[in-house]
C-alpha cells in the first residue's frame, strides 16, 4: 500500500514529464485498433489529418511543406510495410509539394 508521501514523490518525480498516467489509453488498446491496418494506411490517415488540420492556416507554404515531406515519408517507409500503392502515391506528392509551394503568394 502506497502512503501518501510515496504518492507525492511519484506525482513530483512525473510533474517535470507532463504525464498523466490516469487519462492514458493502454498500449493494448491502441495496439488492437493498429493492427488491422498496414503502415501506408496509417500515414496515409496521418497525412490528411494533418492536411485538413493546415487548412484553417490558410498557408499554401505549409499545405506545399507538408504533402513533401509525407511524400518523403512514403517513399522511405520501407516497402514490406506497405503496398507499392502507396510508393507511388509518395513519388506524386514528392512532385506536387514543392509546385503547391512555388506558387504561394508571398
Known sequence: MSTRR???EERNFNAGFCVSYEYMLPLSFIDG??????MGQILFVGFLLTT???LPLKSQKLIGLNTSLFG?????????MM?????????TLIVIG???YATAKN
Open 6 to 8: 510515496d504518492r507525492t
Open 33 to 38: 485498433i493498429l493492427l488491422g491496418f498496414n
Open 52 to 54: 485538413v488540420g493546415a
Open 72 to 80: 518523403l515519408i512514403f517513399i522511405l517507409t520501407p516497402a514490406d
Open 83 to 91: 503496398p507499392e500503392l502507396y510508393l507511388f502515391f509518395g513519388i
Open 98 to 100: 514543392p509546385i503547391v
